[in-house]
């Protein structure tokens, strides 16, 4: 069974930078696609990034296009979010998901593996 942990999160200022990490176990991350989600209070769950099994297909959400960088080191069964230039409008919690095989989707319900989530707040 492949197990999903997240950490990295934390409390920064505006403008500051943060790097999430997902760690796998279990399973190895090959085969599956690897997703950031983020869920702040009174909101939807919704995709932030994902990066496809080789790294070769990458998307990100227009909010937070240009200022976080999604990577992943298979060898490591690791995929990392930096995120850069941080606004209040980012506070959430953030969870990894991965989707095996298939593609990258922005749809919650197309991945069946979820951290617990890591919470990251900006504010001053």
């Known amino acids: 069974q492949l197990q999903l942990v997240e950490s990295g999160g934390g409390l920064v200022q505006p403008g500051g930078s943060l790097r999430l990490s997902c760690v796998a176990s279990?399973?190895?991350?090959?085969?599956?696609?690897v997703a950031w989600f983020r869920q702040a209070p009174g909101r939807e769950r919704e995709a932030v990034s994902c990066?496809?099994?080789?790294?070769?297909?990458?998307y990100y959400s227009d909010s937070v296009k240009g200022r976080f960088t999604i990577s992943r080191d298979n060898a490591k069964n690791r995929v990392d979010l930096q995120m850069n230039s941080l606004k209040p409008e980012d506070t959430a919690v953030y969870y990894c998901a991965a989707r095996f095989l298939n593609a990258c989707s922005d749809l919650n319900d197309r991945y069946t593996k979820w951290g617990q989530g890591t919470q990251v707040t900006v504010s001053s």
């Open positions: 990066i496809s099994r080789s790294g070769t297909s990458i």
């Open positions: 279990g399973r190895t991350l090959d085969n599956y696609n």
